[in-house]
């Protein structure tokens, strides 16, 4: 069984500049959340996708988009990043349904720094 | 709106001894609660859940947690640390219509003394 992996896993952009973030979820997941984790703190909820589309999003300003594509892999999208975008981006896969046990599967992030 | 607060950011303990992490939350419909895990420069794994069945959860690792709906409380405990429990914990909650929605609290570092 594949867990989730993210990519990459370490990366440094300039103020101003956009962002990236791929994640594959765990073989037989259908959804897929972002996480902002902030030095020191706990994650954040961005946003879900479930069937390609968005299915919640928390507290994050619009220039944060995701896709989620048929397979069920996902990309998170930054835009105009700002020095308090650094952090640590944890996406977890999960499988919505009658099937569904709550549990979220993270990968082990990406690490993004802004200067 | 759900909400969680772990009291403690950091707890030190001693090889042997009992765990205990605090947890509350504060939710406006029943609350799914979970323990998640963080070891250095790695994502998070779950420890245990609960989901409206047995107020007692056992995990994995020799953790457990109870649910105290009067207390709005989510303790979790281990009775004998070992040293590879020394990690951050995260209390988190849901909303029971909102899967994979988790609200985190902002954690608690456990430090494990031989």
């Known amino acids: 069984e594949t867990g989730v992996t993210q990519s990459p896993t370490h990366l440094i952009k300039t103020r101003g500049q956009q962002v990236t973030l791929r994640c594959s979820s765990q073989?037989?997941?259908?959804?897929v959340s972002w996480y902002q984790q902030a030095l020191g703190q706990g994650p954040q909820f961005i946003f879900q996708y479930y069937r390609e589309e968005e299915n919640g999003r928390g507290n994050f300003p619009p220039r944060f988009s995701g896709l989620q594509f048929p397979n069920y892999s996902s990309e998170l999208n930054v835009n105009a990043l700002e020095l308090d975008d650094s952090a640590l981006y944890l996406c977890?896969?999960?499988?919505?349904?009658?099937?569904?046990?709550?549990?979220?599967?993270f990968g082990e992030g990406s690490r993004l720094t802004v200067l | 709106a759900q909400s969680v607060t772990q009291l403690g950011s950091h707890v030190s303990v001693s090889e042997g001894a009992l765990v205990l992490l605090r947890c509350n939350y504060s939710s406006s419909v029943p609350p799914y609660l979970f323990w998640y895990v963080q070891y250095p420069n790695q994502g998070l794994q779950l420890l245990l859940k609960y989901t409206s069945a047995a107020t007692l959860v056992k995990g994995i690792n020799g953790f457990e947690a109870e649910f105290k709906k009067s207390e709005t409380s989510f303790h979790l405990t281990k009775p004998s640390a070992h040293m590879s429990d020394a990690a951050e914990y995260f209390c988190a909650v849901s909303a029971t219509d909102s899967w994979g929605k988790l609200q985190f609290g902002a954690g608690t570092q456990v430090v494990v003394t031989p």
């Open positions: 073989s037989g997941h259908n959804t």
């Open positions: 977890a896969s999960s499988l919505e349904g009658l099937m569904n046990t709550g549990e979220l599967f």
